[in-house]
């Protein structure tokens, strides 16, 4: 057995081990063993954002758990890293950081500077995830850039295509005009905002009478294509089928009826744009309204908006303001605080505009998604209502079109002469309709030669929702089955309505069945003061920070032990130090161990005489397996981290080695095989705490095994010994009781040590238990050997039950309660007060 060094230097050790795992080949999946069971992580390819955040810490510390955990139970696991490179911030930081817009440049250009980007930012969140320690096999890695990967997404577009779940339409859409692209419901965040309502007289034709209608956006005036009333409404019933003059652009409109309309909001008469709001879409569909465009593409008013034409929205809004009030219609403005929506990337308002897209049939899949989200184990389980809710919560089918540049092509043409939509085969792909013809000779409808490429390209999810398919291996490898579908899919909180919906809709389209068996889904991290982390607030923390200052094995400990899975996680750095704190305890343990082991040979086959303190720390650590492994198996990795801190802390630290140092130290008092009992009760508690640790502190752990254990037990790494199995045969309650019994004397006379301000090792004079019943005498005598150890007990006496109570002494306790099993154990003790302090 070699030392351990005095002094635990975790950046050494942890980068050593990073290092080392790697060229061992730990992490490496073996695609061609048939013998162990696989088990296969949806590892979430995270957008590049050059920035690996608390929260990424905490969400990669989860499944890195579950990785580590599944391969000590002899599973071949399959722990693969993607990066989701298209999403629109790419775009977004590419045109600040080169001051243009993306349309100013030709498009390689503006691709080349996103893949730089991309590149730069990869690095710095790679590096993040090795200095946790992520037991990621590097050789999956894959980026969704990559032609090869463009492949797969343009593969799973045409199999859906040919099933009928994409199609073309005119819609209405949810809209970026900074982005200048389409976005998704999942892409639209929601803002308080201070805004004005503007009380309008709209003048009934040919009448002196008017009707007030208030609105938020009387930009869209010249997009009024009718008013609603409610039919039950007395005020205003008498009007409905009348004509009303839309102020500004002098246009009439009818008056309609709607029961939706609610008479007590506003002023009970609402002005229908195309499109204002989500409302106005579903009023237009319904009483077939005309649609009036009245924006670009850019967010201008366009030749609809007659004298408007040409300004942003905001001016547009200022100018006919201002000319409502000088024609005398603008009767009062109000204040409101109001929810709108915006771009989740660049927060610009998000508006509607009809335009020509690409969309998936997800609606039609909402069904099965219930079904299928309620056969699927989520950790927590009531996560899966979120899911379930979102499904049935959306009015659109997925919009998967964009009008971006750096993305995966569509890879569609269209007939220049008869507009024949021509779908690439699979063997085409990866293609670029827009660098690429059809690979035909014509038309097949009218034998034109001529295509037009589409200039769309697909949503970033539509990338990344296959990536269960992808990881097991799909298209190309004949037995991707075998690994799929994923065991399970780790999310967070906040994107169970994108990621895992995504996913689920794909996959049940593609292959007709779930792409994960469970859901691991992790909250978010907040600020020490409880608010969502965030740099606007000053409670951010950057995780090289973290990382620097206390290594992997503390923060993962802080990202396991700081909360319930899938509750929101405060990051405090007490906690962090916390963890570092556990670590320094349990590198002085081992060596302390590991110098009272120097003349200790390990044995699996010799008989021990084992004490009542061995037989109770054994049987306490197999409990604690038991619980350990119960916690990880239900993914409450808190639980786990909390038993096995209070274990190593205080039942074998505090407790197990204080009593049992005089055993090794002076063996010739206490006898020899006494004290290679307690040789091996260590040597075998440390093993298996450091076993059921491993998982969560892998380096610290590891450093430990190598010095203390490799040799004997003669695995190459802690990360492939098996995991401890529970087995109840050696559970020993009684053994358990007896040794509290011991343990609680052995502290309740420590405790009485501190009381009187005496040094801890002060010799005991004389030590008097009085005994209520023979058990108690038994069990007090099976241990004397150690309670006189631990305390430099000169003289103990053991006074047997009596017939009446006796009522001197201090009476056993513990944690402040007497012990049930031993209802009268007292003691008396009297101390060497020479060594007073
Ligand atoms: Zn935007
Ligand atoms: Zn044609």
């Keep these: 057995m070699q030392s351990l060094p005095k002094k635990y230097n975790f950046s050494e050790i942890e980068r050593k081990w990073q290092q080392k795992w790697e060229e061992m080949g730990i992490y490496h999946f073996d695609w061609n063993d048939t013998k162990r069971v696989p088990f296969t992580i949806d590892t979430p390819p995270p957008y590049p954002s050059g920035e690996f955040h608390m929260g990424n810490i905490l969400n990669w510390t989860y499944f890195d758990i579950v990785a580590r955990y599944k391969r000590m139970r002899g599973y071949n696991v399959l722990f693969p890293q993607g990066w989701d490179c298209h999403g629109l911030s790419i775009e977004i930081q590419v045109e600040k950081e080169h001051k243009i817009r993306k349309r100013d440049v030709p498009p390689d250009q503006f691709r080349k500077w996103c893949e730089q980007l991309i590149e730069k930012y990869i690095a710095i969140m790679k590096d993040a995830i090795l200095k946790l320690g992520c037991s990621i096999d590097w050789t999956t890695e894959y980026r969704t850039m990559d032609p090869d990967y463009w492949r797969r997404t343009q593969l799973s577009f045409i199999l859906l295509y040919k099933k009928g779940y994409m199609y073309q339409g005119t819609h209405p859409v949810n809209w970026c005009p900074r982005c200048e692209t389409a976005i998704a419901d999942a892409e639209v965040d929601y803002e308080e905002k201070a805004g004005t309502l503007h009380y309008i007289r709209f003048p009934l034709e040919n009448s002196s009478e008017h009707l007030l209608i208030a609105t938020t956006r009387p930009e869209f005036i010249p997009a009024c294509v009718a008013v609603e009333v409610n039919p039950a409404d007395e005020r205003f019933n008498k009007y409905v089928g009348k004509k009303i003059v839309v102020p500004v652009v002098n246009r009439t409109v009818k008056v309609i009826p709607d029961e939706a309309v609610d008479p007590s909001f506003g002023t009970g008469v609402v002005m229908i744009c195309t499109y204002g709001d989500k409302e106005d879409v579903k009023t237009v569909i319904k009483h077939k309204l005309p649609v009036i465009r009245l924006l670009t593409e850019n967010g201008r008013i366009n030749e609809n908006g007659g004298k408007y034409a040409g300004l942003t929205i905001s001016q547009a809004r200022k100018a006919i303001v201002e000319d409502l009030a000088a024609a005398g219609l603008l009767e009062k403005t109000e204040k409101l605080e109001q929810e709108i929506g915006v771009c989740d990337r660049c927060k610009t308002h998000v508006e509607i505009l009809e335009v020509k897209q690409w969309f998936m049939k997800t609606r039609a899949l909402t069904e099965q998604v219930e079904k299928t989200a309620n056969e699927v ?461």
């Design 377 to 837: 184990l989520w950790y927590p389980d009531f996560m899966k209502t979120r899911l379930i809710d979102w499904a049935r919560s959306l009015d659109w089918d997925w919009v998967i079109s964009r009008q971006r540049v750096f993305a995966t092509p569509i890879p569609v043409w269209y007939c220049k002469n008869c507009g024949e939509l021509i779908l690439a085969e699979k063997e085409w792909v990866p293609i670029d309709p827009k660098l690429e013809n059809p690979r035909i000779d014509k038309c097949p409808k009218c034998g034109s030669r001529g295509f037009i490429p589409e200039r769309d390209v697909f949503d970033t999810w539509m990338d990344s929702s296959i990536t269960c398919a992808v990881h097991a291996g799909w298209p190309d490898r004949r037995d991707w089955r075998r690994l799929f579908p994923a065991d399970v899919h780790p999310s967070g909180i906040d994107i169970i309505r994108t990621w895992a919906y995504y996913l689920m809709v794909r996959h049940l389209a593609l292959f007709g069945e779930t792409p994960y068996k469970s859901c691991l889904i992790n909250g978010m991290v907040l600020g020490s003061d409880g608010r969502k982390m965030s740099k606007s607030l000053k409670n951010y923390v950057a995780s090289p920070e973290v990382l620097g200052k206390y290594g992997s094995d503390a923060t993962r400990q802080w990202a396991a032990g700081g909360g319930a899975t899938g509750s929101d996680i405060p990051f405090r750095w007490p906690d962090v130090e916390y963890g570092r704190r556990f670590l320094v305890k349990l590198w002085n343990v081992s060596a302390f161990v590991n110098k009272l082991l120097k003349d200790y040979a390990p044995s699996e086959t010799a008989e021990f005489a084992l004490q009542p303190l061995d037989k109770w720390v054994l049987s306490k650590a197999e409990k604690l397996t038991q619980k350990v492994t119960e916690a990880i198996e239900n993914c409450q990795f808190n639980i786990a981290v909390e038993e096995i801190r209070n274990f190593t802390w205080h039942t074998l630290c505090d407790c197990y080695v204080e009593a049992v140092k005089d055993r090794l130290y002076r063996p010739e008092t206490h006898g020899e095989a006494k004290k290679v009992a307690a040789q091996h009760t260590l040597y075998e508690v440390l093993y298996r705490v450091l076993r059921l640790l491993s998982p969560i502190t892998p380096h610290l752990t590891e450093e430990i095994y190598q010095t203390m254990y490799a040799d004997s037990k003669g695995f190459k790494s802690l990360q492939v010994a098996p995991w401890p199995e529970f087995n109840e045969a050696f559970v020993d309650e009684e053994a358990e009781q007896r040794g509290d019994l011991i343990i609680t004397l052995i502290g309740e006379i420590r405790r009485e040590k501190a009381e009187k301000h005496l040094p801890l090792n002060t010799p005991v004079k004389k030590l008097t238990v009085f005994v209520a019943d023979k058990i108690t005498e038994e069990v007090v005598k099976s241990g004397s050997g150690d309670i006189t150890g631990a305390h430099k007990v000169i003289n103990l006496e053991i006074v047997p039950p009596r017939e009446r109570e006796y009522t001197g002494g201090k009476k056993v306790l513990q944690h402040g309660r007497e012990i049930p099993q031993f209802p009268d154990a007292r003691f008396a003790a009297e101390y060497d007060e020479g060594m007073k302090k």
